[in-house]
């Protein structure tokens, strides 16, 4: 075991969300309740630990709250997985 995850589980998940503090109000006691901690908090964001997976609660960017969709819009940003190695992922995308 080289102390790394297990490859394929969840490393992080990012949202932006239109309303920060309201996020946080209503996610926060519910993930600590799970058994997360808060993890890392700034203007525009925090984040709550379990384990080896976070996830992160940003404030949108005004210029962002009513477009059409767009990544960094409210909602999803992304997802992470770790995986075995980066060349795991280098082969899988025929990267090298």
């Known amino acids: 075991?080289?102390?790394?995850?297990?490859?394929?589980?969840?490393?992080?998940?990012?949202?932006n969300v239109s309303n920060l503090e309201q996020s946080v109000?209503?996610?926060?006691?519910?993930?600590?309740?799970?058994?997360?901690t808060k993890y890392q908090e700034w203007d525009q964001g925090v984040s709550w630990k379990l384990g080896d997976t976070y996830l992160v609660f940003v404030q949108t960017?005004?210029?962002?709250?009513?477009?059409?969709?767009?990544r960094r819009r409210t909602g999803l940003n992304h997802i992470a997985f770790y995986a075995r190695s980066k060349t795991q992922v280098d082969i899988h995308y025929g990267w090298c």
């Not at 075991?1 to 949202?15: C, R």
């Not at 960017?61 to 767009?70: G, I, N, S, T, V």
Request: hydrophobic residues 40%; negative net charge; aromatic residues 18%.
């Open 1 to 15: 075991m080289s102390g790394h995850p297990q490859a394929g589980t969840l490393h992080h998940v990012e949202l």
């Open 25 to 36: 109000q209503f996610w926060g006691w519910f993930l600590e309740t799970l058994g997360y």
């Open 61 to 70: 960017e005004e210029r962002f709250l009513d477009a059409p969709y767009h």
